[in-house]
């Protein structure tokens, strides 16, 4: 029956952040982030999924800041895609769908793990080798151009038996952007990437972001090394970005506990700013730090996290910038 074919799934979290940045005042705020999506199995091959979300339109964020008085708070359309699993190890899907690209130990160095895409992807996986491209729209129907960007990935798994299991792969990234005005935000918003001026006056991309990746993720027993290193080769200057760190542990159930520990940078030109970590450093490139992340399981189902960044952003004048984050999250 249809009954049977439809499921709903979603998560709730509360957070108070505490963020201070040099030459800034003190940020104190309580934020929530909510959201659902109905699936249904069309075929035994075939998925469709929408979902909502609360939050803006930011493209990396779902995070909605409460105050104003108890006023209505914003949902958007988070999730509508849909997924064919008709070929063997394979998936395709299309419209706008969750970030599928690999990112070692769940940190992004160049991918925001909220980023949804808008286009069209492809996944195959046979547990040793895989290869996954994406083709997502930076403007589909504008008169400032239809842009569309492209990431490819591939790698092997190995499961060496007593000494864990290891993950090691690569990826290449094209966002033609150089020339063109920001892909969202105000005129001036570049997230951290260099601007020049156009003739007509307007701050415009310098750079295009042609990323070359590599990757590895290695875990034995509870223990888990991993680290991203990146470079765009369409910058000149300040076209790097590396991160390494290490987890232990794993807070999926009732009395369970992890912990991380990351060092990050992303010099200025070195990934499109835009679609980085929304935490790290405030989000955007030109900032490098440390990242510790704890987190401990009441339930399978609801968990406490605690997150601080001890960063430097605005590199050419070191500014820091430290963020404390405490989270309540909740799955259904």
């Given at each position: 029956?249809?009954?049977?074919?439809?499921?709903?799934?979603g998560?709730?979290?509360?957070?108070?952040?505490?963020?201070?940045?040099?030459?800034?005042?003190?940020?104190?705020?309580?934020?929530?982030?909510?959201?659902?999506?109905?699936?249904?199995?069309?075929?035994d091959?075939?998925?469709?999924?929408?979902?909502?979300?609360?939050?803006?339109?930011?493209?990396?964020?779902?995070?909605?800041?409460?105050?104003?008085?108890?006023?209505?708070?914003?949902?958007?359309?988070?999730?509508?895609y849909?997924n064919?699993?008709?070929?063997?190890?394979?998936n395709?899907?299309?419209?706008?769908?969750s970030?599928?690209l690999?990112?070692?130990?769940?940190?992004?160095?160049?991918?925001?793990?909220?980023?949804?895409?808008?286009?069209?992807?492809?996944?195959?996986?046979?547990?040793?080798?895989f290869?996954?491209?994406?083709?997502?729209?930076?403007?589909?129907?504008?008169?400032?151009?239809?842009?569309?960007?492209?990431?490819?990935?591939?790698?092997?798994?190995?499961?060496?038996?007593?000494?864990g299991?290891?993950?090691?792969?690569?990826?290449?990234?094209?966002?033609?952007?150089?020339?063109?005005t920001?892909?969202f935000?105000?005129?001036?918003?570049?997230?951290?990437?260099?601007?020049?001026?156009n003739?007509?006056?307007?701050r415009?991309?310098?750079?295009?972001?042609?990323n070359?990746?590599?990757?590895a993720?290695?875990?034995?027993?509870?223990?888990?090394?991993?680290?991203?290193?990146?470079?765009?080769?369409?910058a000149?200057?300040?076209?790097?970005g590396?991160?390494?760190?290490?987890?232990?542990?794993?807070?999926?159930?009732?009395?369970?506990w992890?912990?991380?520990?990351?060092?990050?940078?992303?010099?200025?030109?070195?990934?499109?700013?835009l679609?980085?970590?929304?935490?790290?450093?405030?989000?955007?490139?030109?900032?490098?730090?440390h990242a510790?992340?704890?987190?401990?399981?009441?339930?399978k189902?609801?968990?406490?996290?605690?997150t601080?960044?001890?960063?430097?952003v605005?590199?050419?004048?070191?500014?820091?910038?430290?963020?404390?984050?405490?989270?309540?999250?909740?799955?259904?």
């Amino acid at each position: 029956s249809w009954a049977e074919r439809l499921r709903w799934k979603g998560d709730f979290r509360y957070r108070y952040e505490n963020i201070e940045q040099e030459g800034k005042d003190t940020r104190n705020r309580s934020r929530i982030r909510a959201r659902t999506s109905l699936i249904a199995e069309v075929t035994d091959t075939v998925e469709v999924g929408v979902g909502l979300a609360t939050g803006g339109d930011d493209p990396v964020s779902s995070n909605q800041t409460i105050g104003g008085g108890g006023s209505s708070k914003d949902v958007k359309l988070d999730l509508a895609y849909f997924n064919w699993s008709g070929l063997t190890n394979t998936n395709i899907t299309g419209g706008k769908f969750s970030n599928f690209l690999i990112r070692p130990s769940k940190q992004g160095l160049m991918w925001d793990g909220d980023w949804r895409p808008e286009g069209l992807g492809v996944i195959w996986d046979n547990d040793f080798f895989f290869a996954q491209g994406l083709g997502t729209w930076l403007e589909g129907d504008s008169s400032k151009g239809t842009e569309f960007a492209w990431t490819l990935q591939a790698g092997l798994n190995f499961d060496t038996g007593d000494w864990g299991k290891l993950k090691i792969g690569a990826g290449y990234s094209v966002f033609d952007v150089a020339g063109r005005t920001p892909l969202f935000g105000e005129a001036d918003d570049f997230f951290g990437n260099t601007f020049v001026f156009n003739a007509s006056g307007e701050r415009v991309f310098a750079y295009n972001y042609e990323n070359i990746e590599a990757f590895a993720e290695w875990g034995i027993g509870k223990f888990t090394l991993f680290a991203d290193y990146t470079i765009n080769q369409d910058a000149p200057i300040d076209d790097t970005g590396y991160l390494f760190g290490a987890k232990y542990g794993s807070a999926k159930d009732k009395g369970q506990w992890d912990f991380t520990y990351f060092y990050a940078k992303k010099e200025k030109d070195a990934m499109l700013g835009l679609l980085t970590d929304s935490d790290f450093g405030g989000g955007g490139t030109d900032s490098k730090g440390h990242a510790f992340v704890g987190t401990y399981a009441f339930h399978k189902q609801w968990n406490f996290k605690a997150t601080y960044f001890l960063n430097q952003v605005d590199l050419d004048d070191k500014k820091d910038y430290d963020r404390l984050m405490l989270d309540l999250n909740f799955k259904f």
